[in-house]
């Protein structure tokens, strides 16, 4: 059985006789059905009825239709509604414009608008710099996506990758307090995609790019930060990465590993794949085998593009071929952004001593989390109902608050690895344990770690165009 997951919840209005033991046939009923029960309350006691709202979390549609047939089984219950908790989630979308400043009088007006608007926009237009002092450009980004490629959904195009985008939008805001706004375009030509967000870029302080498909995405990143003037950074490139890492740095520590030791087996070689890869190699990783749904990626491979060419130029040093079993016999780490199952028991026994597998594929891991800590030290996966989640969220909100602060131009590489040690040292050494080798992503300390890192560095590569004041603090 799955699990249950309150992104499949539903709450079920029930009008049932007020009588001794209904209430409890009722959640018997849905405990027979596999369901797990939230929230009950009461809605409203009247002549021997009562009617309550049941919340119960299911594991999909098809689970939760099972528990609305079982508990409308049980005599004398009578199923009102049931309604979608998530779907309710989104009327409307998830957000809104609000103002900052009120106007109630003349004198409001006059500044905030005309006339006296025509001389902030002559100082704008004097020092364009100005902009980001005088303008939301200051704390606002752009969540961009063209739809090709939402996380376990694939190419579903603008419209349906909008509640994925206004997702992001809110969690930039709860946890680094930046105003982001979802961008979706009804395109997925790259020199449109540049050309328009090129043409957005003065209203805002940063772009973040998401869910645009491989190997388009490389290329749209690279080619777009070189024509504006602000960072630009795709989330499911560094995101992924720079959190894999923060969890490995912790990871190896527990293991008593480094970096330069290590042999590492990465399955996927899409935008996560490539861009891990790419960070570990930052940081000292010398060994490391990339594999796709062909195999080990190695030189003389037929039927690459640029993205997998540089890929077998720059790992697989002992040119390993043929099968992920093959890359996995005797590696230290195990890193999935591919798909689900696609990884063995066996596999991991082949690994060495004191393993550490991350199956990161969502909805589904690369293999099942009970399964692999059997055979590994440490487990990780990217859902929030098992230990160790490897979230972006621990990232990009905190990432571009510091970058936001210090009007950073671009991203570098050592901001990426400032922001993964960010997130590591959040933990003393003495938390972390095989279930705790990363930081909630709920922990407000994360936000305000990477933030600083990443200004200091930014200042540090010489990106920045502000320097912070010496004892800023960034999220009270």
Known sequence: MKHSSPSYSITMRLRYPDSPGQLGRITSAIGEADGFIGAV????????????????????????????ERVQAVPDVHVVRVSDRTFLLHLGGKLEIAPKISIKTRDDLSMAYTPGVARVCRSIHAEPEAAFALTIRRNTVAVVSDGSAVLG?????????????????????????????????????????????????????GINLEDISAPRCFEIERRLQEQVDIPVFHDDQHGTAVVALAALENALKLVRKTFERIRVAINGAGAAGVAIAKLLKSVGVEQIIVCDREGAICRGRNGMGPVKQWLAENTNPRQIKGPLGEAMAGADVFIGVSAADVLKAEDVQRMAADAIVFALANPDPEIDPDLAVKHAAVVATGRSDYPNQINNVLCFPGLFRGMLDVRASRVTEGMKIAAARAIAGVL??????ADHIIPSVFDRRVATAVAKAVSKAAVESGVARRRQKPGFHILA
């Not at 709860?174 to 328009?196: G, H, M, S, W, Y």
């Open 41 to 68: 309350d009461i809605v409203e006691v009247k002549r021997n009825q009562i009617i309550r709202d049941i919340s119960v979390n299911a594991c999909d549609v098809e689970h939760g239709r099972r528990i609305v």
């Open 153 to 205: 959904l694939g190419n579903i195009g603008p419209r349906a990758a909008m509640p994925v985008m206004e997702g992001k939008a809110v969690l930039f805001k709860e946890f680094a307090r930046v105003d982001a706004f979802p961008i979706c375009l009804d395109t997925q030509d790259p020199d449109k995609i540049v050309e328009t967000c090129t043409y957005l870029a003065p209203s805002f302080g």
């Open 428 to 433: 003393a050494e003495e938390e972390i344990i």
